[in-house]
């Protein structure tokens, strides 16, 4: 525990642009501001460094890209491989486990060592991996390195430990399980084949062996070729050559028959008795036309043949569809007996696998289920029920129902809201799901003791919001409302307007959401914003509407008489027309001004007449940004609600508004430049008319049109929108390079993206070369060149935008005595104002006095965007916003109780008998942090937080009883400062490149924890808190449950005598060293994994931890010692080879003279 102790300013008399240029901006951390009045402030700092660790919690969603699928029937759990080198793995509701290829390679194939708690991958950089599932976070034991051949299929027989490999070269190998090394054992190609074959017979497509016999292993050849080989007698059985390519191949459990799927849509069945020419051929969609001549049918990718003890045997495939119905969806097929059932899928099939009651290859498989990989979806059908019904999934599969556009995080809820949001969205839960439970039911999970309240909160393009809840690091759907319900819908090519936002005009920029009051606020992508009321009651409502002419025209000409009578104070129509009612501005979507230019028009029209609405959030406003003289509104870029104050702020590139929600009106709508006053730090271009008005309006229009263009318009189509963009360093300078404003590529680029408007900050005036993020910091000017008379003059086409809004108690002004209501300002040059405000306390008076607000509040200033605003008391405590106490408006009116606004304050001086009055504000931008005494105004730490990056997502958040300032760089640091001092407590590498989709859904919240959209599936949940790394052992679910392996049938005498003689077969006597031999050293690398040292890491601290230490290192000296026992004996060798040919050498010229060498 460190304590600080800081002399600090009294009340000085020097102007606001005065204290802000004198800060000590050092490159220290929490440089402290040396100050002349000597009043003292204890703050006990009790985070030290051992209080922070970065680590990943948990992954939710549908796993990106999938690849590969394997289910353990025993255990009952399932697997998934992406292509990006992932592998879920998946149990009852709370078991979800992510893994990661280091490689990053696709994963090609999974397959689990049945009952086991093992799981071998095999990658597309063709190498295997086997994965312990016996510890709560698997690990990789062992990797096995191909260096000369491809692996294109790999079959492990149940309870055996020997691995079959086929390659791309037709070659068959085997490896030994335990010690994951090849054997001597190798199928050739042109052994498995006839010799008088005159082509190759293509790569390995199927390996599996005979339920009859587990020494005849059938090899199925890309090009038609099936070869039975005998594994003793080292001969194929028979071969078989098809005119058509194979794709799978599935066996009879008796193993008389197989079936085989093929290229052309068919289906062959083979007869072991007579392998010259399939028993059967079908083509199960082919139909037969006019001309006797079947229709040309797609390939079936994958077949399963599976027998059922009481019904015919079931057939189920995907593919084979007709190629003559264009725009077919992909289906999967199942036909039992005469009847064929085509189930139609949203997405492509990647794999499917029929879940058996049995183990065994060789018993009677009795089918339940069959699990569908989609690309986008994981579906179950249930195979018990004649309709087929699917099962409910109980994961969080959806998140991406349409592409996700931004994220908030927030742990330690209310405790009632979860119920609350629960209840009302269960009432909208879709039906006709299968009655039986969810078949993938392995794992154990507990309800951890270190859990609370947590719900995580996304926005999509479709205008979709979805409450989920998060606590206990799981992930469950509690409530979805849509907020294109309040628009009537966009009609297609409607002007301009609709050409921008034609696709998803609805599309959630930011959320703001305040639990204790429930309110709710959105941002739209067509520059409008909807609050929201939560009612657990139904009515009908007629929702208000506000339209906001915020726009820069210095074609306004603002006269000084205006203003003079209350300089303080502005009126709304002094700096641009008066914001109206909808019902007051008739103007619909589609008309023009008559010079034929979209004037005072918003670019969605709202529903005018009464609406029924459903129990939940209900629309209480609509507010809509304005077209204006042809250009249509920039997009809003800051947002913040107070229940308490009744109020509502906003701004964009081109200024600031308020809105009193309660009285439904516009209370200050003013553009960045006049909100300034006399306290303008910059100097600026003096604003004359524009020449020409075109040029403006295309260069206004740019910063719309480029985000529509290059983000927003690939929303919904291959998912490459601004939430997916991909992750290599290539494809995004690509997309950099296609923006119009390449001249900034870097930054401004992904701020434009970000906010949707074309936005500077001080450090890119006038800057026209192109520059990544790694260059920038030398390509920038300085912060005090920023500002010399060279380049400060701001020409009129620079967008200050406003980048953060925050509602708070605080001291507008250096001489107030008491907090007063203030709204602080965050803009892109770097510029904060305070804005103080008069609001009616009176709950009658508040619904009709106005409430008013002075502009000519302080001004300070720091490096880079402002990104974040929060106070402190002088303890250093966490004051949060006031708000109201959340009561339901449409609940039925007691006469004896009438409702009364309820109102919770914190106000700053509450705690601070000891210091006075005063509190701490933390201000984060871009480049740095500082920490201000209020009311004077001081400067008492900064910290520059970044000189080679900037900050993305900055979040003052509790943590271990205390609070920290929690920051994402663009460069993927992830870093923690103590406050008030500022100290560096932590700082992580964590993500080597961000991209678009992590920047913009980066969410920092209290308890050390953040999330963030690592695919454009999935979220992503880690935590920076030591506390937490070291109880998610207990929070994370088990994957391997030690259960008993089911016995095998009994066969009967006659069919254990007749039937073969698959129980005496020996792989360990064919397959191992002795008999085999060793494989060749080239043909593939042996690599250890960190299996051992991850699990202790993963082990009891104490004794049980040292003595895993010890075994470990142990087994590692043991290792190292069987090395050097090689390496010795190999130098034996060598040296008796020496001996013998020098003795060899000796004896030959024993008996030789001189003169005969």
């Known amino acids: 525990m460190k304590k600080f102790r800081k002399v600090l300013d009294g009340l000085t008399t020097s102007s606001p642009g005065a204290t802000v240029g004198s800060p000590s901006c050092g490159s220290a951390a929490g440089t402290p501001t040396a100050a002349p009045t000597p009043k003292e402030i204890d703050v006990q700092e009790t985070l030290v460094s051992e209080n922070f660790q970065l680590c990943k919690t948990v992954r939710h969603g549908?796993?990106?890209?999938?690849?590969?699928?394997?289910?353990?029937?025993?255990?009952?759990?399932?697997?998934?491989?992406?292509?990006?080198?992932?592998?879920?793995?998946?149990?009852?509701?709370?078991?979800?486990?992510?893994?990661?290829?280091?490689?990053?390679?696709?994963?090609?194939?999974?397959?689990?060592?049945?009952?086991?708690?093992?799981?071998?991958?095999?990658?597309?950089?063709?190498?295997?991996?086997?994965?312990?599932?016996?510890?709560?976070?698997p690990a990789i034991l062992h990797s096995l390195k191909f260096n000369r051949e491809r692996i294109t299929f790999c079959h492990l027989p149940f309870q055996s430990k020997w691995l079959y490999v086929g390659t791309e070269r037709g070659n068959t190998h085997i490896v030994n399980i335990e010690s994951f090394v090849l054997s001597g054992y190798v199928i050739m190609w042109n052994k498995a084949i006839e010799l008088s074959t005159k082509t190759h017979p293509g790569p390995v497509v199927h390996l599996s062996d005979s339920p009859k016999d587990e020494g005849k292993l059938l090899i199925g050849f890309e090009s038609g070729t099936i070869v039975q080989w005998d594994l003793r007698g080292k001969k194929a059985d028979f071969r078989i050559y098809y005119d058509e390519a194979i794709h799978?191949?599935?066996?009879?459990?008796?193993?008389?028959?197989?079936?085989?799927?093929?290229?052309?849509?068919?289906?062959?069945?083979?007869?072991?008795?007579?392998t010259t020419k399939p028993f059967q051929v079908t083509f199960p969609h082919g139909k037969i036309q006019k001309d006797a001549r079947k229709e040309s049918c797609k390939p079936i990718l994958k077949v399963e043949y599976?027998?059922?003890?009481?019904?015919?045997?079931?057939?189920?495939?995907?593919?084979?569809?007709?190629?003559?119905?264009?725009?077919?969806?992909?289906?999967?097929?199942?036909?039992?007996?005469?009847?064929?059932t085509v189930l139609e899928m949203d997405y492509p099939?990647?794999?499917?696998?029929?879940?058996?009651?049995?183990?065994?290859?060789?018993?009677?498989?009795?089918?339940?289920?069959?699990?569908?990989?989609?690309?986008?979806?994981?579906?179950?059908?249930?195979?018990?029920?004649?309709?087929?019904?699917?099962?409910?999934?109980?994961?969080?599969?959806?998140?991406?129902?349409?592409?996700?556009?931004?994220?908030?995080?927030?742990?330690?809820?209310?405790?009632?809201?979860?119920?609350?949001?629960?209840?009302?969205?269960?009432?909208?839960?879709k039906t006709g799901y299968s009655q039986k439970e969810w078949p993938i039911s392995g794992g154990t999970w507990t309800l951890g003791s270190h859990t609370y309240p947590e719900i995580i909160i996304t926005g999509h393009a479709d205008g979709s919001i979805k409450f989920w809840?998060?606590?206990?690091?799981?992930?469950?759907?509690?409530?979805?409302?849509?907020?294109?319900?309040?628009?009537?819908?966009?009609?297609?090519?409607?002007?301009?307007?609709?050409?921008?936002?034609?696709?998803?005009?609805?599309?959630?920029?930011?959320?703001?959401?305040?639990?204790?009051?429930?309110?709710?606020?959105?941002?739209?992508?067509?520059?409008?914003?909807?609050?929201?009321?939560?009612?657990?009651?139904?009515?009908?409502?007629?929702?208000?509407?506000?339209?906001?002419?915020?726009?820069?025209?210095?074609?306004?000409?603002?006269?000084?008489?205006?203003?003079?009578?209350?300089?303080?104070?502005?009126?709304?129509?002094?700096?641009?027309?008066?914001?109206?009612?909808?019902?007051?501005?008739?103007?619909?979507?589609?008309?023009?001004?008559?010079?034929?230019?979209?004037?005072?028009?918003?670019?969605?029209?709202?529903?005018?007449?009464?609406?029924?609405?459903?129990?939940?959030?209900?629309?209480?406003?609509?507010?809509?940004?304005?077209?204006?003289?042809?250009?249509?509104?920039?997009?809003?870029?800051?947002?913040?609600?107070?229940?308490?104050?009744?109020?509502?702020?906003?701004?964009?590139?081109?200024?600031?508004?308020?809105?009193?929600?309660l009285q439904k009106t516009v209370i200050l709508c003013m553009s960045t430049l006049d909100l300034y006053g006399s306290t303008d730090p910059y100097q600026r271009l003096t604003r004359s008319p524009r020449r020409n008005r075109q040029s403006t309006s295309e260069f206004c229009m740019r910063g719309l049109s480029n985000f529509y263009s290059d983000s927003k318009k690939r929303i919904r189509t291959s998912y490459q929108s601004l939430t997916e963009l991909t992750d290599n360093q290539q494809s995004i300078d690509m997309e950099r390079n296609k923006s119009p404003t390449s001249g900034h590529a870097s930054r401004r680029a992904m701020l434009q993206q970000l906010h949707g408007v074309t936005m500077y900050s001080h450090d890119e005036h006038h800057s026209t070369t192109s520059y990544c993020w790694s260059d920038r910091e030398s390509r920038e000017n300085s912060f005090t060149r920023s500002r010399s008379s060279s380049v400060s003059s701001i020409d009129r086409d620079t967008k200050e935008a406003v980048t953060t809004l925050q509602f708070g108690e605080s001291y507008g002004r250096k001489n107030d005595v008491l907090p007063t209501p203030c709204l602080w300002v965050g803009t892109s040059l770097g510029v904060v104002l305070l804005i103080p405000m008069s609001i009616p306390t009176d709950q009658e008076e508040?619904?009709?006095?106005?409430?008013?607000?002075?502009?000519?509040?302080?001004?300070?200033?720091?490096?880079?965007?402002?990104?974040?605003?929060?106070?402190?008391?002088?303890?250093?405590?966490?004051?949060?916003p006031p708000y109201e106490v959340w009561r339901d408006h449409n609940a039925p009116e007691d006469p004896d109780r009438p409702r009364r606004r309820k109102l919770v304050h914190f106000s700053p001086s509450s705690s601070q008998d000891a210091c006075g009055d005063g509190h701490l504000a933390v201000v984060c931008s871009e480049r740095q942090a500082k920490v201000f005494l209020m009311p004077s105004q001081s400067c008492l730490f900064v910290h520059n937080i970044t000189e080679s990056s900037f900050v993305l997502r900055a979040d003052v958040v509790s943590v271990c009883n205390s609070v920290c300032l929690a920051c994402f760089c663009a460069n993927g640091h992830v870093m923690t400062l103590s406050l008030p001092s500022l100290r560096p407590l932590m700082d992580v590498n964590y993500l080597p490149l961000t991209d678009m989709r992590i920047a913009r859904t980066f969410y920092f919240t209290n308890g050390g924890q953040a999330l963030y959209l690592s695919s454009p599936t999935e979220v992503q949940r880690i935590t920076y808190s030591q506390e937490m790394c070291d109880n998610l052992q207990e929070m994370l679910g088990e994957l391997f449950t030690p259960i008993e392996t089911p016995e095998a049938q009994n066969r009967g005498f006659l069919k254990?005598?007749?039937?073969?003689?698959?129980?005496?077969?020996?792989?360990?006597?064919?397959?191992?060293?002795?008999?085999?031999?060793?494989?060749?050293?080239s043909l593939a690398q042996h690599i250890p994994g960190q299996g051992g040292v991850e699990g202790m890491k993963v082990a009891a601290s104490g004794v049980v931890g040292e003595l895993a230490r010890a075994r470990i290192a142990l087994d590692e000296r043991g290792q190292r010692l069987g090395e050097l026992e090689e390496r010795t004996a190999l130098m034996m060798t060598s040296a008796e080879a020496f001996s013998k040919h020098a003795h060899e050498l000796m004896l030959k010229c024993k008996d030789k003279k001189w003169y005969q060498f």
């Open 846 to 880: 508040r619904m009709e006095e106005p409430v008013t607000m002075g502009v000519s509040g302080a001004v300070l200033m720091l490096k880079g965007s402002v990104l974040r605003f929060s106070f402190l008391d002088c303890m250093g405590a966490l004051i949060q």
């Open 62 to 137: 549908f796993p990106y890209q999938p690849t590969a699928l394997a289910f353990d029937p025993v255990q009952k759990i399932l697997a998934i491989g992406s292509r990006s080198g992932g592998v879920r793995i998946l149990g009852r509701p709370g078991v979800d486990c992510y893994c990661q290829h280091e490689s990053g390679a696709a994963v090609l194939q999974l397959q689990f060592l049945i009952n086991e708690g093992a799981l071998v991958s095999a990658c597309a950089d063709d190498t295997l991996h086997l994965w312990n599932l016996r510890q709560r976070r």
């Open 1056 to 1081: 254990g005598f007749f039937g073969g003689n698959a129980h005496t077969f020996d792989r360990e006597e064919l397959f191992g060293e002795a008999a085999a031999g060793k494989a060749s050293r």
């Open 469 to 661: 809840d998060a606590s206990a690091i799981t992930l469950q759907m509690l409530y979805k409302m849509k907020t294109s319900k309040v628009f009537e819908k966009p009609k297609a090519g409607e002007g301009r307007a609709a050409e921008l936002v034609e696709e998803d005009p609805f599309a959630i920029q930011m959320v703001s959401w305040c639990p204790q009051s429930r309110m709710f606020c959105v941002v739209g992508i067509s520059a409008h914003i909807i609050l929201y009321r939560f009612s657990k009651y139904d009515a009908n409502t007629q929702i208000v509407s506000l339209e906001v002419r915020l726009q820069c025209d210095s074609d306004d000409v603002i006269s000084p008489s205006e203003n003079e009578n209350n300089p303080s104070f502005s009126e709304p129509g002094s700096h641009s027309p008066q914001p109206h009612h909808h019902h007051q501005h008739p103007a619909s979507p589609g008309s023009r001004t008559p010079e034929g230019i979209k004037d005072s028009i918003p670019c969605l029209k709202v529903k005018d007449r009464a609406v029924r609405v459903p129990p939940g959030y209900q629309s209480e406003l609509v507010i809509q940004l304005l077209w204006v003289d042809g250009e249509p509104p920039q997009q809003i870029t800051s947002l913040d609600i107070n229940s308490a104050y009744g109020l509502l702020a906003f701004g964009n590139c081109n200024g600031l508004a308020v809105v009193d929600y």
């Open 248 to 274: 799978s191949v599935s066996w009879h459990h008796e193993g008389k028959q197989f079936m085989c799927s093929h290229s052309d849509g068919s289906l062959t069945l083979w007869n072991l008795r007579n």
């Open 349 to 429: 099939i990647v794999e499917f696998m029929v879940l058996c009651e049995t183990p065994y290859n060789n018993e009677v498989q009795e089918p339940y289920a069959v699990v569908v990989l989609l690309e986008k979806d994981l579906i179950v059908v249930d195979l018990t029920q004649s309709n087929y019904p699917v099962f409910e999934n109980p994961y969080p599969m959806d998140i991406h129902e349409s592409p996700v556009t931004c994220t908030a995080y927030f742990a330690d809820c209310p405790p009632d809201i979860i119920p609350i949001l629960y209840s009302i969205g269960a009432k909208h839960k």
């Open 306 to 340: 599976k027998t059922c003890r009481n019904s015919e045997p079931f057939v189920i495939f995907s593919g084979g569809l007709s190629y003559d119905k264009a725009g077919r969806r992909p289906a999967l097929t199942i036909m039992h007996g005469k009847a064929i």
